[in-house]
């Protein structure tokens, strides 16, 4: 199974999924899928260097390069490149000039070197008519040629030029007229269109400006004859007071971490993956010829996976691996995810194996550190901002974080710890103690305004930000490990807890007993009462949603299947579509058929129930609905028979009462019954009462058989403990005679228990009262 | 050996156990599971033939219905220092695994220390792939996305794919 990673959504309305084994993705609701968050940065510095060109850039310049994505995200800078001195490459003193009333003159200069295109600027001349700026044409070793102009074919008048005799003086100066940037890197990252190289100014090197801007992503040289004054965007490297505003403040999300949660105008991300899928196949070329695993060869640097799904993004992680002779820890180089190898950065030196347990994780220093983006910009994280927690061996694992008000409470197995900021958390933030308490995960807690209600491996508690109260007392055996039905903890990655703000309920999805998550400890917040509900499949996923206008909770179960809770009398059926009650015709062991129904292809995926006759309380889950059958996932234990009653989507309850003691009576009969008040219902539905006398776990049985006429709506059966309530009955009310005749001296029951056990149809269960007459007043 | 009904979209654990065929005195311990639920470990039994734990790790192949290769996975210990001769694989039911039947051969070759093989064993299980699925497979993570032109149910499933789901309704 893939790592259960976290959504976190951000004010601009973006979802990040941050799951620590691959990239953190972005999803805005409009775009056709997934995509990597962030834009990442350039490797390598660019290379300039002075060209001629047709400017006027004279200076010491340095250069950036930086990667944009259709957004305008900008990425961190690159490596800085060399520092480019432009101007005053090459000068020499104009020995003569002549024929100045040309479009060209010509001067002498010894050696020059200039080439043709090149700018210089002439200066010192006796007159000033002499000096100024002049592009050099046909040049000779010692002569060359310039235009009096910088633009050969332009309008201009020569008269402007000054037709004196040369007096000598003047020595002339090459520009540096063009940068030419080269090893541009072109990147590979689907989420970059654009490229800018960024220059400084001459004398400040504190802001860039934005000089080439590339949408094409294939060119590696670029030449610029911007001026100073011609750049365009500015992009200032560092605030006044020293805060990084563009050089590495736009890192990448950590893709190391899997929860995170959004605070404020932040993103706040902890606890690294820990990844052991699988198992390891390691070779010791040092132990010699390999007798157990003749074919393969030196291969000490390379780790094979079995069962593995690594990504590329484990580079760099530590692998530990559980060598028979002891464990190590070693550096990942490199992954192949096509062929699930690792390359390590030094030779594996424990036994060789074809199988060993391991764990990728990221390197120690990381363990404990809280990583955060900068305010507003939910893809930009400078790494360098980091919160290191300090450990302590009583807390347990980091698990999650849990925002509540100003404050983001810091979850670990055993302990939470508060984190409060006022506007930099790596500057001004202060981690302090909060509670002995911790969580499972980040899944289960539930704030609901200034309370949270946490579930960590001690029981439920309600939390306040200062203060515990638990909540659990009454059913800690869940938590004890000694109770039958004990809460496993192997699968706990996918508890999570789920909140229905209209019913003010929390459901904790565990799993008891088993390894799928199944089952449900139920709270209500406003009555304090606890319940347990038993799912046919796996509830692995929630989350609260706005449906028809009400915040409701809605679960992810298998095969993509979306529930919504507290919907309807009946279980996991489409939307509109009715429940099916009937009698079973004939049962095959995965087959249940009913000539008198045709069943619709919708109720694939629902569950069934015996209700009834042989076969009752058992419930399956159909896998395909047609014509008079249903097919079902698991075969029955008791097959039911003909007549046999089933429920699609029937949603089966039990509920227990206290015990109750029953009133001393004497020597004289005790007048006795069990009474109850229910909501009638348009459907026939089932709906079973059982006495349970003192401690006894089964029921009482009865000792006459009479038919619910008979029973003014209660039938039962000679040697059955089941009364069964007919719930159409318009009255809403039944009543069933227990009286004692016993003696005081006889050995006889004190106390009792009722049990209901309702399975709904077309209408939802609604029971009013339950009163025992005979009962104990106190 | 039969394991089962599925759907796609879920995981089917295979088993496979390494022995030799020489009869040792030495019994080693192997884990049993529930019959209904075969990823709920009940306990733990002796097995009195002699299990091989050295040598590669068992392969297991799946055919579908018409015996075509669906699947090759290598095995693992599942619990290498308890019981290290118990190997298992997890295969998810995706669109790759056809509806019906499916068999899984698992087979393994045993090398004494100079590289000769002491012998080559195979396993044959089944199970069944039903309609109803989806193979997506399970949610193991969920968000609720309102944006004003849409309403949208964002998830994660444990067949490692993200996807998102439009304006949910009741």
Redesign the interface.
């Known amino acids: 199974m893939p790592p259960v990673g976290t959504f976190t959504e951000t004010n601009d309305g973006n979802v990040f999924h941050f799951r620590g084994d691959q990239s953190v993705k972005r999803w805005d609701g409009f775009l056709g899928d997934y995509v990597d968050a962030g834009v990442p940065v350039p490797g390598s510095a660019v290379t300039s260097a002075s060209v001629g060109g047709d400017s006027y850039i004279v200076g010491i310049y340095y250069a950036y390069l930086r990667f944009l994505d259709s957004r305008g995200k900008v990425s961190n800078l690159s490596p800085v490149s060399n520092k480019l001195i432009m101007g005053g490459v090459r000068y020499g003193v104009c020995t003569s000039i002549e024929e100045w009333a040309e479009p060209t003159a010509y001067v002498t200069s010894a050696s020059h070197g200039l080439t043709t295109g090149a700018l210089i600027r002439i200066t010192g001349g006796r007159s000033d008519h002499f000096n100024g700026e002049f592009r050099v044409g046909a040049t000779t070793q010692n002569t060359f040629e310039i235009w009096l102009q910088l633009t050969p074919y332009d309008e201009f008048d020569i008269d402007i030029r000054t037709r004196q005799r040369y007096q000598g003086g003047a020595t002339w100066l090459e520009i540096g007229n063009a940068i030419q940037y080269s090893d541009v890197e072109v990147p590979t990252d689907s989420r970059v269109v654009t490229r800018q190289i960024l220059r400084n100014k001459d004398g400040n090197v504190n802001t860039f400006y934005v000089d080439i801007e590339d949408t094409d992503l294939t060119a590696t040289t670029f030449t610029s004859t911007n001026a100073d004054i011609n750049l365009g965007e500015e992009v200032p490297l560092l605030a006044n007071d020293g805060t990084d505003l563009n050089i590495s403040r736009h890192s990448e999300p950590p893709d190391f971490k899997r929860v995170a949660v959004h605070h404020y105008s932040r993103i706040f991300a902890a606890k690294n993956l820990d990844y052991r899928e699988g198992s390891v196949g390691v070779i010791n070329s040092a132990e010699g010829p390999n007798s157990e695993v003749p074919s393969q060869t030196d291969q000490s640097l390379i780790v094979t996976g079995i069962g593995t799904k690594w990504t590329s993004a484990m580079a760099g992680r530590s692998l530990l691996i559980n060598a028979p002779d002891g464990a190590t820890k070693y550096t990942i180089a490199s992954v192949d995810a096509d062929e699930q190898t690792l390359q390590i950065e030094t030779p594996y030196s424990g036994e060789t194996s074809s199988a060993v347990s391991y764990s990728i994780s990221a390197p120690d220093s990381e363990k404990l550190t809280l990583h955060f983006s900068e305010p507003g910009l939910p893809e930009s994280w400078a790494r360098d901002k980091v919160l290191t927690l300090t450990d302590d061996p009583h807390s347990g694992d980091l698990v999650g974080l849990m925002p509540m008000g100003p404050r983001l409470f810091i979850l670990f197995e055993h302990r939470t710890q508060s984190l409060a900021y006022a506007s930099a958390p790596d500057l001004d933030g202060q981690v302090s103690f909060s509670s002995a308490r911790g969580c499972v995960n980040q899944r289960c807690w539930i704030r609901d305004g200034s309370t949270a209600y946490l579930m960590d491996q001690r029981g439920v508690y309600a939390f306040n930000g200062n203060q515990t109260k638990d909540l659990t007392s009454q059913i800690q055996g869940f938590f004890t490990g000694n109770d039958e039905f004990s809460i496993s903890w192997g699968n706990s990655d996918l508890f999570h807890a789920s909140h229905d703000p209209s019913t003010r309920s929390i459901r904790w999805f565990v799993s008891l007993g088993s390894s799928k998550v199944r089952f449900a400890l139920a709270f209500n917040y406003g009555t304090q009462g606890w319940w347990l509900e038993e799912y046919s499949e796996p509830i692995t996923a929630s989350t609260l949603a706005h449906v028809d206008g009400f915040q409701k909770a809605i679960w992810g179960g298998p095969v993509h299947r979306v529930l919504k809770s507290e919907t309807g009398a009946v279980d996991g059926l489409p939307t509109g579509k009715t429940a099916a009650r009937g009698s079973v015709s004939s049962a095959r062991s995965t087959v249940l058929s009913d000539n008198n129904a045709v069943f619709i292809p919708e109720y694939a995926g629902s569950p069934v129930c015996i209700i009834e006759g042989r076969g009752k309380g058992q419930v399956r889950t159909i896998v395909r609905s047609d014509g008079h059958e249903l097919e079902i996932d698991r075969p029955f234990s008791i097959l039911p028979a003909a007549g046999s009653v089933y429920q699609v989507g029937g949603f089966k309850w039990k509920y227990k009462t206290p015990v109750i003691r029953w009133a001393p009576v004497g020597s004289k009969k005790a007048i006795r019954s069990v009474s109850l008040r229910f909501s009638p219902s348009s459907a026939e539905s089932t709906l079973v009462a059982r006495r349970y006398e003192d401690f006894s776990s089964t029921a009482s049985t009865l000792s006459y058989t009479r038919t619910s006429e008979e029973g003014d709506g209660v039938s039962t059966e000679e040697g059955s403990g089941d009364m069964v309530i007919d719930t159409t009955d318009s009255l809403g009310f039944v009543s069933q005679a227990i009286d004692s005749t016993s003696s005081p001296r006889t050995r006889r029951g004190r106390s009792v228990r009722f049990e209901l056990e309702g399975t709904t149809s077309t209408d939802r269960h609604k029971i009013y009262e339950i009163i025992v007459e005979g009962a104990n007043q106190q | 050996m039969y394991l ?2 599925y ?5 089917v654990v295979l088993r496979g156990q390494k022995i030799t065929p020489v009869s040792g005195s030495a019994t080693y311990p192997y884990p049993q599971y ?1 019959a ?2 075969p ?2 470990l009940l306990g733990a039994k002796t097995h009195d033939t002699t299990q091989f734990t ?4 068992p392969v297991v192949q799946v055919y579908d219905k018409e015996f075509n290769k669906v699947a090759e ?5 599942e619990f ?1 220092v308890k019981y290290p001769a118990i ?1 298992k ?2 295969l998810f039911l995706g669109s790759d695994i056809p509806e019906g039947i499916c068999t899984s051969i698992t087979t393994y070759t045993n ?5 000769g093989v002491i012998n080559s064993q195979g396993m044959v299980c089944s199970f069944e792939v ?5 193979a ?12 004003p ?10 067949s ?1 794919s ?1 996807d ?2 439009k304006n ?3």
């Open positions: 089962g009904r759907r796609q979209g879920e995981w529930d209904v639920d990823n709920r050295g040598g590669t790790n996975k290598e095995m693992w210990p290498p190997f694989a997890s090398y004494n220390r100079i590289g039903l309609p109803g699925g989806h997506s497979g399970s949610y193991i993570a969920m968000h609720y996305l309102d944006l032109h849409a309403k949208f149910v964002l998830g994660q499933h444990d490692d993200l998102f789901r949910p309704k009741v």
